[in-house]
C-alpha cells in the first residue's frame, strides 16, 4: 500500500506519542510527560503525518513563521518502515509547505547525524543551545 502524506491533520495524542515511541525518537522526548507532549502538538505549526492505512507511520514537526526561517523540532520514522524514503519525503513536503525564502533548521539526534548529509543537508558550524534552566 502506498504512503500517504499528510499536511496538518489533527492528531489523536495517544497516536502522536504512539509514533514518537516507534522509533528511537521516544527516548529523546519527553512521551511519559502526556499534557507537555499534548503542547507539543497543538502548539506545532506544521505537521506532516505519514500513513500506512490507518496507521501513523511516521511525523515530522515543525515550528514556523513560514517566510524565513522553519524549526523542524521532530522527524520520526516507525522501525517497521524505515529506509524507505519516507523520512526524506516529510522534509521534503515541509519545506514544500514553506514560503520558498525560507531555511529550514534542525538539530540532529544521535541517531541521525549520518542521516542529514546523506539526504543533502548542509552541517551549520555556529548553531548554539541555552538549555532548560540554564542562565545567560
Ligand atoms: C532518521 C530517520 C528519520 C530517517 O528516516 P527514513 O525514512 O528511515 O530514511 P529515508 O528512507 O528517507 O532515507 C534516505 C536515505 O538516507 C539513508 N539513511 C536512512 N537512515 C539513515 C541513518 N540513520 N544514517 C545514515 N543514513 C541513513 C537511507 O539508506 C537512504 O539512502 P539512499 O537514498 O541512498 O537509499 C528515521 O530513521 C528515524 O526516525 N530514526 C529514529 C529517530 C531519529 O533519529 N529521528 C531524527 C531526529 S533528529
Redesign the pocket.
Known amino acids: 500500500m502506498p504512503i500517504e502524506y499528510k499536511i496538518n491533520l489533527p492528531l489523536d495524542l495517544e497516536a502522536f506519542i504512539g509514533v514518537y515511541q516507534a ?3 521516544g527516548e529523546r522526548r519527553p512521551v511519559a510527560e502526556p499534557q507537555r507532549m499534548q503542547r507539543m502538538l497543538e502548539e506545532a505549526d506544521l505537521t506532516v503525518s505519514a500513513w500506512d492505512g490507518d496507521k501513523l507511520v ?1 511525523l515530522a514537526r515543525s515550528l514556523t513563521d513560514w517566510a524565513y526561517c522553519c524549526y523542524l523540532a ?4 516507525a522501525d517497521s ?9 516529510l522534509i521534503r513536503q515541509t519545506q514544500a509547505a514553506l514560503e520558498p525564502g525560507a531555511m529550514l533548521v ?4 544521535p ?2 547525524a ?2 542529514y548529509p ?2 543533502g543537508m548542509e552541517k551549520h558550524p555556529s548553531a548554539w543551545i541555552l538549555r532548560p534552566g540554564e542562565k545567560i
Open positions: 522509533s528511537s525518537l511516521g521532530d522527524l520520526t520514522v518502515h524505515q529506509r524507505l524514503g519516507i523520512g526524506k519525503e534542525l538539530l540532529a539526534a541517531a541521525a549520518d542521516y546523506r539526504i
